[in-house]
């Protein structure tokens, strides 16, 4: 069974930075396609950043392109998001995700793609 732990979240200030980590155990991070997903109170869960399986392939949705970086180490079996340039808009809770198969096109922004799904990490960002 596949297990996500994510961390990092906070408090930070508009214009700032966090580094989200997503621990992974129970398979082998190079066999996962990783995402991260937020959802804000009231708002239905969004994506945010992709990477693929096979080639590492990132992806973002449009309003954190230039802003938020995904990246994984299958060494160490982590997926992270360094988050810049913080807004206020970006308060949510993040959400690690992992898919067992290797996400094609727009797969990777669709949420019933991933299998399994971390607890959650709460950013807030005060204006």
């Known amino acids: 069974q596949v297990q996500l732990i994510e961390s990092g979240g906070g408090l930070v200030q508009a214009g700032g930075s966090l580094r989200l980590s997503c621990g992974v155990s129970g398979r082998s991070l190079q066999y996962l396609s990783m995402g991260w997903f937020r959802q804000a109170p009231g708002k239905e869960r969004e994506f945010v950043a992709a990477?693929?399986?096979?080639?590492?392939?990132?992806y973002y949705a449009d309003s954190v392109k230039g802003r938020f970086t995904i990246s994984r180490d299958n060494g160490k079996n982590t997926v992270d998001l360094q988050v810049n340039s913080l807004k206020p808009m970006d308060t949510a809770v993040y959400y690690c995700?992992?898919?067992?198969?290797?996400?094609?096109?727009?797969?990777?922004?669709?949420?019933?793609?991933?299998?399994?799904w971390g607890q959650g990490t709460q950013v807030t960002v005060s204006s």
């Open positions: 995700a992992a898919a067992r198969s290797n996400l094609f096109g727009l797969r990777h922004a669709e949420a019933s793609s991933y299998d399994y």
């Open positions: 990477t693929s399986w096979s080639s590492g392939t990132t």
